[in-house]
């Protein structure tokens, strides 16, 4: 399924590699927007994430990269940052113009060959194919994405990626673009979980696992992480981009559970154009409200790949609204 953005000046490009089950996913912004980020978890893989510090004097982005391929995958957001400085976008220094590229992975050696992961040309592939209308499920960096891995690969499921937007007063929109490929289950609205960790085709309940173990977990090659890119028309300076991004991870723990673990990177960018008056407590809220609805929704348009079934296979039917 797509979905169309409704902010203007960001776009979406996915490159999928369905042989080695990996992919990445880039949300371009060349006019450069106002950004910041919040990371959880024990086990991030990041890049040119210290710059979205409010610290930091910085105060522009022109692009995000998710990637599978775990840190080897690091590498492709040179190939945005050569597609942006071809059109001869990026922050203005005295001698260059220097495109400002973030990034983040995903763990997804596990599902299909760990020998594949997306290199510079196929981000760049990925930027140039970039619109205002984003394909969803199993597709760019959730290609290879799975959830509820408590119990290893033969209990978990596919996740995948997908968009949701959230208006607010003064028609400013909120959406959110998220990858989920987290160790704990995916919960519903009635907070019933909808995809995760199952033995003899049951969900096992990760949370409940996890309680009553003895000792910690002995965990498998299937590793984790949820990463999620706000998107906003707001105008916010770059310490309240950091505060929606802190606010948004309340969205990870309505529809993750258990979420933030030792071997969880989770990630919130909130990037911001400021093209509209907005209110910093409006789009927090929304930010969080969004990024639930996209991690459900990720996993409802996923489709099974290499083994992991997707909630659809376990409904029997297509991908679900």
Same mark, same amino acid.
């Given at each position: 399924?797509?979905?169309?953005?409704?902010?203007?000046?960001?776009?979406?490009?996915?490159?999928?590699?369905?042989?080695?089950?990996? &992919?990445?996913?880039?949300?371009? =912004?060349?006019?450069?927007?106002?950004?910041?980020?919040?990371?959880?978890?024990?086990?991030?893989?990041?890049?040119?994430?210290?710059?979205?510090?409010?610290?930091?004097?910085?105060?522009?982005?022109?692009?995000?990269?998710?990637?599978?391929?775990?840190?080897?995958?690091?590498?492709?957001?040179?190939?945005?940052? =050569?597609?942006?400085?071809?059109?001869?976008?990026?922050?203005?220094?005295?001698?260059?113009?220097?495109?400002?590229?973030?990034?983040?992975?995903?763990?997804?050696?596990? @599902?299909?060959?760990?020998?594949?992961?997306?290199?510079?040309?196929?981000?760049?592939?990925?930027?140039?194919?970039?619109?205002?209308?984003?394909?969803?499920?199993?597709? &760019?960096?959730?290609?290879?994405?799975?959830?509820?891995?408590?119990?290893? +690969?033969?209990?978990?499921?596919?996740?995948?990626?997908? @968009?949701?937007?959230?208006?607010? &007063?003064?028609?400013?929109?909120?959406?959110?673009?998220?990858?989920?490929?987290?160790?704990?289950?995916?919960?519903?609205?009635?907070?019933?979980?909808?995809?995760?960790?199952?033995?003899?085709?049951?969900?096992?309940?990760?949370?409940?696992?996890?309680?009553?173990?003895?000792?910690?977990?002995?965990?498998?090659?299937?590793?984790?992480?949820?990463?999620?890119?706000?998107?906003?028309?707001?105008?916010?300076?770059?310490?309240?981009?950091?505060?929606?991004?802190?606010?948004?991870?309340?969205?990870?723990? +309505?529809?993750?559970?258990?979420?933030?673990?030792?071997?969880? &990177?989770?990630?919130?960018?909130?990037?911001?154009?400021?093209?509209?008056?907005?209110?910093?407590?409006?789009?927090?809220?929304?930010?969080?409200?969004?990024?639930? +609805?996209?991690?459900?929704?990720?996993?409802?348009?996923?489709?099974?790949?290499?083994? =992991?079934?997707?909630?659809?296979?376990?409904?029997?039917?297509?991908?679900?609204?």
């Amino acid at each position: 399924m797509t979905v169309g953005i409704g902010i203007e000046g960001l776009s979406v490009g996915h490159f999928s590699d369905y042989a080695g089950m990996t &992919g990445c996913t880039v949300v371009l =912004a060349p006019q450069g927007v106002t950004a910041s980020v919040d990371i959880r978890g024990g086990a991030p893989g990041t890049l040119e994430t210290a710059l979205l510090s409010p610290y930091v004097f910085v105060s522009e982005l022109q692009a995000v990269v998710l990637t599978g391929g775990s840190a080897l995958g690091l590498g492709a957001a040179a190939g945005v940052s =050569a597609f942006l400085r071809e059109g001869g976008y990026g922050y203005a220094t005295l001698y260059s113009r220097v495109p400002l590229v973030s990034a983040a992975v995903i763990y997804d050696l596990g @599902l299909g060959s760990s020998e594949a992961f997306p290199r510079p040309d196929d981000a760049y592939a990925a930027a140039a194919s970039a619109g205002t209308v984003v394909q969803e499920g199993s597709v &760019g960096v959730g290609t290879g994405a799975t959830v509820g891995k408590l119990l290893g +690969r033969e209990g978990m499921m596919k996740g995948g990626i997908a @968009l949701s937007t959230v208006d607010v &007063g003064g028609g400013v929109t909120v959406g959110a673009l998220t990858v989920v490929n987290a160790l704990g289950d995916v919960l519903d609205e009635k907070g019933e979980i909808l995809a995760g960790a199952r033995k003899n085709e049951t969900f096992v309940g990760s949370k409940d696992v996890l309680l009553n173990m003895c000792g910690a977990p002995a965990f498998g090659a299937a590793e984790n992480t949820t990463l999620s890119v706000v998107m906003t028309d707001a105008r916010l300076d770059k310490l309240q981009c950091s505060i929606v991004a802190r606010m948004s991870h309340d969205g990870f723990a +309505r529809a993750i559970d258990p979420v933030h673990t030792p071997v969880d &990177g989770d990630c919130v960018f909130v990037l911001a154009s400021g093209a509209k008056e907005g209110d910093v407590f409006q789009v927090g809220v929304a930010a969080a409200e969004a990024v639930s +609805r996209s991690i459900r929704r990720a996993v409802r348009q996923a489709r099974g790949l290499g083994g =992991a079934l997707s909630v659809s296979d376990l409904a029997g039917e297509g991908a679900l609204p």
